[in-house]
């Protein structure tokens, strides 16, 4: 099987940050099926490659997702918010859209649940990188959002169409 340099790069990278993490406390073993309170998962899209990624949110209550999109190109970093109702699943699609740009689309609920709306983003010189999400309170205390809540599952399915294969991984819980 073929594996070309970005393909390879992202997977090096999101590899290294769970490598990282599982270090960081040598008691603790990395496990990619548990929940976190935020998530890595890879974005990899290249000619005749897509990236599916799904993020549930198990905990009881609704929370708004904090998605922060990583160029692994050039680092730059772009980010938005989708509200979701406990136990809701977000499906996350980056594809190709043109010969150096590439589209991530997410269906998210803004607040009710017959008015759906699809967050999209076209981005430029953009092949892979990293999907970071964090849980967030809808109310911030002392300017501080972030939630420390386990509330979040993801997984993610890289699907090559061009070599007909597939590979899939747990996202990395923080």
Do not use: Y
């Amino acid at each position: 099987m073929r594996i070309n340099k970005t393909l390879r790069a992202v997977l090096v990278a999101v590899l290294a940050t769970g490598l990282w993490v599982a270090s960081a406390n040598a008691q603790q073993q990395l496990r990619l099926n548990q929940v976190g309170a935020a998530l890595a998962l890879p974005l990899v899209a290249t000619p005749g490659v897509v990236t599916f990624n799904t993020v549930t949110n198990v905990g009881p209550e609704d929370r708004n997702l904090h998605f922060n999109v990583i160029n692994g190109d050039g680092w730059n970093v772009t980010d938005f918010d989708c509200p979701v109702t406990a136990s809701e699943t977000v499906l996350i699609s980056f594809q190709p859209s043109g010969p150096s740009s590439s589209r991530l689309v997410l269906e998210c609920n803004q607040g009710d649940r017959v008015d759906q709306s699809t967050i999209s983003r076209t981005f430029t010189d953009f092949t892979g990188g990293i999907l970071f999400i964090a849980v967030e309170s809808h109310e911030c205390k002392n300017g501080t959002c972030t939630m420390n809540s386990n509330d979040l599952f993801g997984d993610a399915v890289v699907v090559d169409f061009a070599n007909g294969s597939a590979w899939s991984a747990g996202g990395i819980p923080f």
